[in-house]
């Protein structure tokens, strides 16, 4: 690839970042439909944020991704959020469009094309657990709510980030019912039986914690329950691994949604549509190459 005074500049901001899968896949597909952008990672630190933001406006970076820990806090130094991203307070996708930043929040509707393309998944007039409230689930939940999600229950390790999230969901989307419900509650496993889409949504099971996993009734599973994990790192995880034995669940790991909102930001950035397939492909084989 030949840099030059005319090329883009993409990124992501984070802290760390090194472990960043983003910019395998953009750059696979900028090479492949022979654009003139390269995406590069930039480890920010939380205080060096507002300078960072500032500097995709003074440095010309045609567009950043956000990640841990900086997706809430950037939103403040953006000119103009997008409905979605306004409601969950949190952006992962900044484009620079003459000086003004624009804040997307691409993950919840990249989980949502990923369950449709791998689960044949459609989240209207559906009922939806989702296990942790953190930034991840925040967006997701949202994103569910605004697609005509029936019901939505939040079960989290603390129930006040759980009880925020249903309030701001029953407050501000038109979700007909969002509730909470306690792990370790029998009300948690009829949680479990009705639903019609799980999502793991906790770092729990994430390369190097491999091992780690949710304490979770899987005996309560239903077939034809779609069992969706966020972790990609490994591919599947003890979570997966143990929903999979349950005959008749669909189960889906984080690859799909790391796809698919970055084929999103991609074609925010660039106006073109992206090649799906190259960076799905760049995406497996680097995990591939992973050592566990």
């Given at each position: 690839m030949l840099i030059s005074g005319a090329t883009h500049v993409c990124g992501i901001f984070g802290y760390p970042v090194e472990h960043s899968f983003s910019p395998v896949m953009h750059n696979a597909a900028f090479s492949f439909l022979g654009l003139d952008f390269v995406y590069v990672p930039y480890c920010v630190a939380p205080e060096e944020l507002e300078n960072a933001a500032k500097a995709v406006i003074s440095l010309g970076i045609a567009g950043v991704n956000i990640t841990i820990p900086h997706k809430e806090k950037?939103?403040?130094y953006i000119d103009q959020l997008t409905p979605g991203a306004k409601i969950a307070g949190a952006v992962n996708t900044i484009v620079n469009k003459k000086g003004k930043l624009y804040g997307h929040n691409t993950d919840g509707a990249g989980?949502?094309?990923s369950l449709k393309e791998e689960a044949d998944f459609l989240p209207a007039g559906k009922t939806v657990l989702i296990l942790g409230?953190?930034?991840a689930a925040r967006s997701i939940a949202v994103e569910l709510a605004m697609?005509?999600?029936?019901l939505i229950t939040i079960a989290n390790?603390?129930?006040?980030?759980a009880v925020e999230l249903a309030h701001l969901l029953t407050g501000q989307t038109p979700v007909k019912k969002a509730d909470t419900v306690h792990w370790t509650t029998p009300e948690f496993k009829e949680s479990v039986k009705r639903a019609d889409l799980i999502i793991q949504a906790t770092p729990?099971?994430?390369y190097p914690n491999a091992e780690t996993c949710l304490d979770f009734p899987f005996e309560y599973l239903q077939p034809g329950q779609?069992?969706?994990d966020l972790v990609y790192n490994p591919p599947i995880t003890k979570f997966l691994k143990n929903a999979s034995l349950t005959e008749g669940v669909k189960v889906t790991n984080g690859i799909g949604m790391l796809l698919y909102q970055g084929v999103l930001a991609f074609e925010h950035w660039t106006g073109v549509q992206a090649p799906v397939e190259i960076m799905l492909k760049s995406l497996q084989e680097f995990l591939a190459a992973q050592v566990y």
């Open positions: 950037v939103c403040r989980l949502l094309r409230a953190g930034g697609s005509g999600a029936l390790r603390k129930p006040e980030r729990l099971g994430m779609v069992i969706c």
